[in-house]
């Protein structure tokens, strides 16, 4: 009896370890056991964010509809607008599986005008399996069947599926066997699964899905070059004011003897430029509270930004769906401490006195910002019933990681920058009186410089964001990290270089009003990227209709936003750090 028992008890466990390892966590299978296909969504594939529930078209639904089972993912994978849907096909590990019906449907007029306009606006659809992304095409395009009045629809699926030991690599999905669509006719609707055995690794599966022919090509390398030739003229132009231009200065308020104190007498009556402005060039600037939180808002982007791409880059995160967009939201969230720190520190610094209203504005902005946007693009999206709609309760989760860990943190950060990093310390005293600003000539007002001080930026990341850009729009995944890690070290550099150089310039000229004028040239560089997308979605894209549009320039806002103030905390920041540099020997009383 006991035997029996025991018999009993190793019959179950060996069922229930066989159970844990069809398990698509950790992609191990035995054969026989089920591989589930999950549809995702459907949409023109000219328009990538205008994506649909899979079952909006009649397609062959599950019985019995009411229990169908669906697959949530992450906050990331939500908010990318992705829907999984268990497509009840059965595929079995390493189990060949001959042509077997769907279903049978009978088309009348409203399935003929459906399918007839997924067909001519070229719909594509998205199915995973064991996570791995599969794709087709609901018809063949116009272009291929022309001569033909008809409009074909595919209705038979082979499913191609590599697998090594007891791990599926590859997915193939093939469509085949076009009808034409005809009301009144009968379509019957089938598949067929194959398995073949490969060599090829598990941690190698998702290389197929990469385009190293276009991430790696030559230009790619070429522009990581010219990037980084353009950081040594402008570290050394900058080099060239600090050690050349400037030592001269410094000699003549370094004079000890008194015909040395003479002649500096002589020379500050005949004197002009940077050096006259010493007793406004540490003014507290206008709009003190709006400044602050720019500057302790873009700092925490750059953080952001790097924190993300070396985590992206030591958990290949572009392989799971949604893990970037997680990972990004819950690193904003912990680095608003850095936001706080860094806009209570400034804001202190310069004198200010309503703390709690910048400490608002650092917590609120950008945030809200980008809320505005996103609310717009997803009423429209709600519209269209599209998948790119948030549903409420991911709203609520983004909210509720705001109000409870990004807004804290940003009080306190700003209550501990105020008091440990908030003591006034300028190299030189603030008059009283400010002194009148001379004119000059057009291409040293402050309007100018900022926007020149956005070319150069630019140009060192302009061949990064056509690959960025043609990623995110053009079904490619991004995965050269390390390149971007490159080119965004590159930017820094060089938006902090130009800012230097349009802040000496400005103050050469006796304006001392250079705060706006250090953060406008380095936030310039996102107008010009604004631009290019403009020319980018003109020239290398086939999108068309409002809803497409509208995320298309949505998204760039707020891309543009947020590469606007990073850069203008950066370049300010650099331009302070210089300013205090060379100020810092000026003591005239």
Request: proline letters at 4%; a neutral charge.
């Amino acid at each position: 009896m006991r035997g029996a028992q025991a018999a009993a008890v190793v019959a179950a466990l060996a069922l229930l370890a066989g159970l844990a390892s069809a398990d698509e966590h950790n992609h191990r299978y035995q054969v026989g056991d089920v591989v589930t296909l999950w549809v995702n969504k459907v949409g023109p594939y000219n328009n990538p964010q205008e994506t649909y529930n899979y079952y909006l078209l009649p397609f062959c639904k599950p019985k019995p509809a009411d229990k169908t089972r669906h697959k949530w993912g992450g906050l990331g994978e939500v908010l990318q607008g992705n829907e999984l849907i268990d497509s009840q096909l059965e595929l079995k590990f390493r189990t060949d599986m001959p042509k077997r019906d769907i279903c049978t449907m009978n088309l009348d007029d409203d399935k003929v005008e459906d399918f007839t306009e997924a067909v001519r606006r070229h719909y594509w659809y998205e199915f995973f399996a064991d996570e791995l992304p599969i794709w087709g095409f609901v018809g063949p395009p116009p272009e291929q069947t022309k001569g033909d009045s008809n409009v074909y629809i595919y209705t038979h699926k082979t499913f191609d599926i590599a697998y090594n030991g007891d791990r599926v690599i590859h997915i193939n999905l093939t469509s085949e066997s076009p009808q034409p669509l005809t009301s009144g006719a009968s379509l019957t609707f089938t598949y067929q699964v194959q398995w073949k055995a490969v060599s090829i690794p598990f941690v190698r599966r998702f290389e197929r899905y990469l385009d190293f022919n276009f991430f790696e090509h030559q230009i790619h390398w070429f522009s990581i070059f010219n990037s980084f030739m353009m950081v040594i003229f402008l570290t050394g132009l900058v080099s060239m004011i600090l050690l050349r231009t400037l030592r001269k200065d410094y000699a003549r308020y370094t004079a000890r003897d008194a015909e040395d104190l003479e002649s500096l007498e002589r020379d500050m009556n005949e004197e002009s430029g940077w050096k006259l402005v010493h007793g406004d060039v540490f003014r507290p600037p206008k709009y003190l509270e709006v400044l602050a939180a720019l500057i302790g808002t873009g700092v925490q982007l750059a953080l952001l930004v790097l924190s993300v791409i070396l985590i992206t880059i030591a958990g290949t995160l572009f392989v799971e769906r949604g893990t970037i967009v997680t990972v990004f939201i819950i690193c904003y969230a912990l680095t608003s401490f850095v936001g706080g720190y860094v806009s209570g520190g400034f804001y202190a610094r310069n004198e200010g006195k309503n703390w709690i209203q910048t400490m608002l504005v650092t917590a609120c902005l950008f945030p809200l910002s980008c809320f505005s946007i996103a609310f717009v693009l997803n009423t429209i999206a709600i519209f269209y019933q599209s998948l790119a709609a948030v549903p409420f309760g991911s709203i609520v989760i983004v909210l509720l990681i705001w109000m409870f860990i990004s807004f804290p943190l940003c009080l306190f950060g700003t209550v501990v920058g105020r008091n440990w990093a908030g003591a006034p310390d300028h190299p030189c005293r603030v008059k009283r009186i400010p002194s009148p600003i001379p004119d000059k000539k057009w291409y040293l007002r402050p309007h100018i410089i900022a926007l020149v001080g956005g070319l150069l930026p630019f140009g060192s990341i302009f061949i990064e964001m056509y690959f960025i850009f043609t990623s995110f729009w053009n079904y490619k995944v991004y995965y050269v990290y390390g390149f971007f890690l490159l080119v965004f070290l590159i930017l820094l550099i060089v938006t902090v270089c130009v800012t230097i150089v349009g802040t000496y310039f400005l103050l050469n000229a006796e304006n001392y009003h250079w705060h706006w004028t250090a953060f406008s040239a380095g936030a310039s560089t996102s107008l010009y990227v604004m631009l290019y997308s403009v020319h980018y979605f003109v020239m290398k894209t086939k999108m068309t209709g409002f809803f497409q549009t509208a995320f298309y320039f949505g998204y760039t806002l707020m891309f543009c936003l947020g590469l606007s103030i990073m850069c203008g905390a950066i370049g300010y920041l650099g331009s302070l750090a210089f300013v205090r540099r060379i100020f810092r020997n000026v003591k005239v009383d």
